[in-house]
């Protein structure tokens, strides 16, 4: 997979692999891996969600159209992973090995179902509204 949709979906799959690694460091209560793996993975996170509200979001409703369409849901889920983001970082702090467990269990959820709508839906539709200007694109996402 190629594009838009091939550099975004492994961008996924490597948040998914760091996230695994801070859940699982705190299921082991190391909090000093925990905190370093946490840290990790909600950098990779927010960076993913600003290279699509800043680059791929304005430019796929410029070229599309759609202004209310996938990309103001994705924003609005955007907004609850940072939320739980907090709370997963609030509770790493205070050593609550329940409560990030809880907001991660929260967070997974929320992203497997995010990232299948993008994958299936925004990605591919991103590809084809940008055809051959899917590399400029994605030079820009890049820089983010």
Same mark, same amino acid.
């Given at each position: $997979?190629? =594009?838009? !949709? &091939?550099?975004?979906?492994? #961008? ?5 692999? /760091? %996230? @695994?690694d @801070?859940?699982? @460091?705190?299921?082991? =209560?190391?909090? !000093? ?6 840290? !990790?993975? !909600? ?5 993913? /969600?600003?290279? #699509?509200e800043?680059? /791929? %979001? ?6 599309? =159209?759609?202004?209310? =369409?996938?990309?103001a ?9 940072? $939320? ?11 050593? +609550? ?5 809880? +907001?991660?269990?929260? %967070? $997974?959820? /929320? ?14 539709m991103s590809?084809? @509204?940008? &055809?051959?200007?899917?590399? &400029?694109?994605? +030079? ?5």
């Amino acid at each position: $997979m190629d =594009g838009i !949709a &091939g550099f975004m979906t492994a #961008e996924h799959r490597r948040c998914d692999e /760091l %996230f @695994a690694d @801070a859940e699982a @460091a705190v299921a082991e =209560g190391d909090w !000093a891996a925990a905190a370093e793996r946490f840290e !990790a993975f !909600a950098a990779l996170t927010v960076r993913h /969600l600003l290279r #699509e509200e800043r680059v /791929l %979001f304005p430019a796929f409703e410029e070229r599309t =159209g759609m202004v209310d =369409g996938p990309t103001a849901v994705m924003r609005q889920e955007h907004d609850q992973m940072r $939320m739980l983001l907090d709370a997963m970082r609030e509770a790493l702090h205070d050593r +609550d090995v329940d409560r990030f467990l809880g +907001d991660a269990d929260t %967070f $997974m959820i /929320l992203t497997q179902q995010h990232d299948m709508k993008e994958e299936q839906v925004l990605y591919p539709m991103s590809d084809t @509204a940008f &055809g051959s200007d899917a590399a &400029g694109l994605l +030079d820009r996402m890049q820089d983010v």
